[in-house]
């Protein structure tokens, strides 16, 4: 069994996985975001850690726009076309060519709103939601359009699914309110829709990046084979038991991308692993809740991938 089959057979109910498969990312040094050497350094980290599959980290942010100061402008935000997708497409290419025989090749896609914040500011764009959400709809009507050209060609290209990055639901910004379900959730849900009619992997990832959230019932009908998210709820830690229940679908997780996996020794990580690996659902991907720090030790990601895929239940 090579990894697309183990991974790809957590998706069969009836059918027990053959081991733990694992998943870690980081972002690469801005020398690795382009062309060749993008597609080289994914292998490179893709070889040596042993993770199950290839997810290829999105650096092509849109540019910021000072322009935009007041909700009305939002109407000039311009329509990326997939031309400006180009080097992210030929990095998809390049590891869809070098990898996808022996596993699945993932692309990270940024959800329209977290794309609004990289043309202005988190701040900004906040405050623009909440002064007049309609005006700045206008801006995320565009940025998915943009959007939705980059997944349609990633699906042309042949990408076995994505790793949808999404926001606007922490406890501090928009929560579950009219302003997510109204002017955030449509679009992801356009997006993710598209992504789960045509592709055979999908990974919904609920970011915390910039804060925690007190409830995750918005995201339970969000599409995806996997979801991936904080286990730090509310007050609650909940367990990736009762995470893979809530959304009736395997769990991704189970470290913290802060904790051990990044400043352990070795001894360490194999005994939290095989802690989290004890304590998981049948169907479950060994990870962490975010990307890992960069400086991180690609030898530590190793004895976490290789503790999991030795443990036996």
Avoid at 120 to 144: C, F, W
Avoid at 186 to 200: G, K, S, V, W
């Amino acid at each position: 069994m090579n990894k697309r089959e183990a991974v790809l057979g957590l998706l069969d109910k009836d059918k027990a996985p053959a081991y733990i498969p694992a998943g870690f990312f980081i972002h690469f040094d801005p020398t690795f975001h382009r062309g060749q050497a993008a597609v080289d350094k994914h292998l490179a980290f893709f070889r040596h850690t042993g993770m199950d599959f290839v997810k290829i980290q999105y650096e092509d942010k849109f540019p910021h726009l000072p322009d935009i100061q007041k909700p009305a402008d939002w109407a000039k935000m311009p329509l990326y076309g997939e031309d400006f997708y180009e080097n992210q497409l030929s990095i998809a290419k390049g590891l869809l060519d070098a990898a996808q025989k022996e596993a699945l090749i993932i692309m990270t896609l940024y959800s329209p709103l977290m794309c609004a914040a990289s043309t202005t500011s988190r701040e900004l764009l906040q405050a623009h939601m909440q002064a007049d959400p309609e005006k700045v709809k206008q801006g995320l009507e565009i940025i998915t359009e943009s959007l939705m050209m980059f997944v349609k060609a990633c699906i042309k290209l042949g990408i076995d699914g994505f790793y949808a990055s999404t926001q606007g639901g922490e406890a501090d910004r928009f929560g579950n309110s009219a302003l997510f379900t109204d002017y955030v959730k449509p679009f992801d849900l356009a997006l993710m829709t598209e992504m789960n009619r045509a592709c055979i992997f999908n990974i919904t990832h609920i970011c915390d990046y910039h804060g925690s959230y007190d409830d995750l019932t918005p995201f339970l009908d969000y599409p995806g084979h996997v979801v991936n998210c904080s286990q730090q709820v509310g007050s609650e830690r909940l367990s990736v038991q009762e995470l893979s229940r809530m959304f009736d679908r395997p769990f991704m997780g189970g470290l913290d991308r802060l904790g051990i996996i990044a400043r352990g020794s070795e001894e360490e990580i194999i005994t939290a692993t095989t802690t989290v690996c004890q304590g998981a659902p049948d169907r479950f991907i060994l990870g962490a809740d975010c990307t890992l720090p960069n400086d991180v030790r690609w030898d530590n990601i190793q004895t976490a991938i290789a503790t999991a895929h030795r443990y036996q239940r």
